[in-house]
């Protein structure tokens, strides 16, 4: 099996292009972000807080999450009801940032992930795919952007949902970079083998040729 790990911050088009490089080379897209916003909403929705570690490692006792693919597209379920249309608000956005912080979540969803990679050829996006759940990929990526152009393309893609502005877009960015990157367990990091593509100044189409190019040649070494 090929597995692709795409790692990089919040708003670096991540889920775009995996999703647009899966569908051309028929591997299969998982979307990691979604399964601790899962966590996230399962907890929100339940009252507790996302700052509550304490109300979390014991709400997780009753969580079931599953993975499944519905017309190609990648579905999320968390206590048998599908949330994968209720887990992209920036409420959902910041809990699950915090929730990912907490060791025992990530140790939760941990066998999930590398259960679905042993399985399929894999293009896995997230923060730590590269460097924990899937140290052994065949290929690495670094997604990046500077955190204005990310900014920018959340809220070209937000724009109009009420209470969203380009400011307060830019200061959730900002700040999930910093939870991200400076947790204790697993923080969001290029891994060393992992190529660093910074998509600033590219067109999705650019990086999605780029990205195809690297699994062909991925392809070839492995065959
Ligand atoms: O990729 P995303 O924006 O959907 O991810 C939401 C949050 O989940 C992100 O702020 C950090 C966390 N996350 C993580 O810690 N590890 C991953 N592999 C994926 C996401």
Known sequence: MINVAIDGPAGAGKSSIAKAVAKD???IYADTGALYRSVAYY?????????????IIAALDGLEISLTYKDGQQRVIAAGEDVSDKIRTPEVSMGASKVSAVPEVRTFLFDLQKKIAAENNIIMDGRDIGTVVLPDAQLKIFLTASAEERAR???AELEGTEGVTFESILADI???DENDMNRAVSPLKQADDAVLVDTTDMTIEEVITLLEKMIKETEEKES
């Open 25 to 27: 080379t028929g591997y």
């Open 43 to 55: 907890m929100i929705s339940r009252n507790i807080s996302p700052d509550d570690t304490a109300e």
């Open 153 to 155: 393309r959340r809220f």
């Open 174 to 176: 900002i700040k999930r």
